[in-house]
């Protein structure tokens, strides 16, 4: 399989590792428009002594010069601001898509790429790790087979402080910083409206407060405090980038219990790069044996029209009725 990684940040770097562990003998290509010779490491630590293009077979700074090579397949790994310019033309091209959340800032163009998915008979998966936690994927099974019973209320809550988010670069300079590059803590964290869809429903009616509240110098909200209502329950999910210690909790009430998943915790045997491995091989699996995507297209721009549902209650101080 010939595997094209459009853009080679952190999370592009990791995966072109993983595909690389997956099966030594995937052929890399990298398409970048910015090319800082660095490499990223597992841990997020900047190593200067590597040169990441040396472990590819082939570096492409024009796009339609990369979609010529013929790749079966791309990931989307620029800025969320930018993914539409890679995924639009790949799909095109005939290419299974794997795209890193949030699958744009915009809903502009989301139809058109849909449509051009399923005209194709292409893959298209959302990159959103979390759901490949054991975790959660315990939890998203008792809720499925119903032992819990109905949850009541539910909160969801994620909190980090954006320079140390990335200790490699410049928090200022990164794209969760920047609203150009479809940054702020709603889009860049969208799995926590992600977790929502996927444990409970797609919610109907939003209500939220925020915005730019910190010291930090950005352009975009980096505190959010959202109502999900219309799903299973009510959802409350809180964001900030402005405060520590880090914390990702999920937490679910029932009649008879109450259900809290510290997604934080160690896990004998179990790292954090576990989950992106997970999602990778189900990508190969949908592409090679016809396997349907967990984190589907439609889930993703499902869950895109929440988190901008977030941003505009947040703006205007209104609810937000989702379709």
Known sequence: MRVLIAGLGAIGQRHARNLRAIDPGIELLAYRR????????????????????EDFDGIFADLGEALAARPDAVFVCTPSSRHLEVAQPAAEAGCHLFIEKPVSDTLEGMERLAATVAARNLVALVGCQWRFHPALRALHDRLGEGALGAPLRAAIEYREYLPDWHPY????????????????VVLTQIH???????????????????????????????????????????????????????????SLVFESTTIEV???????????????????????????????PAIPLADGIGVLEVALAVKQSMRTGQPVEIA
Do not use: K
Not at 195 to 202: E, F, K, R, V, Y
């Open 34 to 53: 910015r090319r800082l010779p660095h490499v990223v490491t597992e841990t997020l630590q900047r190593d200067d002594s590597r040169d990441v293009e």
């Open 169 to 184: 670069e410049d928090y200022r300079t990164s794209y969760a910083a920047r609203a150009d590059l479809g940054g702020g």
């Open 192 to 250: 926590d409206y992600d977790l929502a869809w996927w444990l409970l429903g797609p919610p109907r009616r939003v209500t939220a407060s925020g915005g730019h509240v910190s010291d930090l110098d950005v352009d975009v909200e980096d505190t959010a405090d959202a109502w999900l209502e219309g799903a299973a329950c009510p959802v409350h999910v809180t964001q900030t980038f402005a405060a520590r210690p880090p914390r990702r909790v999920v």
């Open 262 to 292: 510290d997604l934080l915790r160690p896990i004998e045997g179990f790292t954090r790069n576990d989950m992106f491995v997970a999602e990778v091989r189900h990508f190969l699996d949908c592409v090679e044996r016809g396997a349907a």
